[in-house]
């Protein structure tokens, strides 16, 4: 990485803590080894592929933690210019509108500002990850048979904020030099999402167009 994306993306400007990997466990081991496959510069087609011998909930999981913290970082790097005067609503262009639901306060689908809906998202996520009965880190747990299901939902929701950030602040992201970043980790993001069918075509839509363009 450069230096001015050092600068960029090594500034303590996530929400909240990484999600780290426990060095000795099973996930800190296929952590390394998806680490490895991108460092190696492989084809990333080909990095998001199940290695042989792995359980696909455990490689799925590392995933799932790993794009929250990317995701995460890259959207902490714009957020001073995603603020409840820009973005009052949580939008991806005039066409697409994300609203906010969850168990607790926001029982119907809820109109709010980007910023207020990226907090509670990554508060959501967080939330889901750290859950052991979701996310079990124990070798041998097994995981619940909705893993998937809620999976599904995370990386769908992650998937807006590639969405709003490419929409409405993609001229911050190449003001501060990090576009190269920002399309390897979505390219990364949307071959691993299709290798394992794990958001639907609609939310696919918004940035169809320019995945076409940059995922061959």
């Known amino acids: 990485m450069s230096n001015p994306l050092k600068q960029v993306f090594n500034k303590d400007r996530t929400f909240r803590p990484k999600r780290k990997f426990e060095p000795g466990t099973q996930r800190f081991e296929l952590h ?11 084809d990333l087609k080909l990095a998001v592929q199940l290695p042989h011998g792995e359980d696909q909930n455990d490689w799925v999981a590392v ?8 995701i ?14 820009s973005c009052p ?25 980007a910023p207020r809906y ?17 996310f079990p880190t124990n070798v041998g747990t097994p995981f619940p048979r909705n893993f998937l299901q809620v999976v599904k939902k995370i990386l769908s929701r992650l998937f807006r904020v590639f969405v709003h950030v490419y929409i409405h602040h993609f001229d911050r992201i190449i003001q501060m030099g ?33 995945t076409s363009r940059m995922c061959h």
Not at 32 to 42: C, E, H, M, P
Not at 95 to 104: A, G, P, T
Not at 118 to 134: A, G, K, S, Y
Not at 180 to 191: E, G, I, L, R
């Open 72 to 85: 995460n970082l890259i959207y902490g790097t714009i957020s001073d210019s995603c603020t409840e005067q």
């Open 32 to 42: 390394k080894k998806a680490q490895a496959s991108l460092n190696a510069g492989l």
């Open 63 to 70: 995933h799932v933690v790993d794009f929250f913290n990317r």
């Open 118 to 134: 990226m907090n509670l998202l990554m508060d959501w996520i967080e939330v889901q990850i750290n859950n052991e009965d979701i």
């Open 89 to 113: 609503i949580m939008s991806g262009g005039p066409k697409y509108e994300y609203r906010w639901q969850d168990e607790h306060r926001y029982r119907k689908p809820t109109a709010l500002s």
């Open 178 to 210: 990090a576009e190269a970043h920002v399309n390897t980790c979505y390219k990364h993001f949307y071959y691993f999402v299709t290798e394992f069918n794990l958001t639907d075509n609609k939310e696919l839509e918004p940035l169809k167009e320019m």
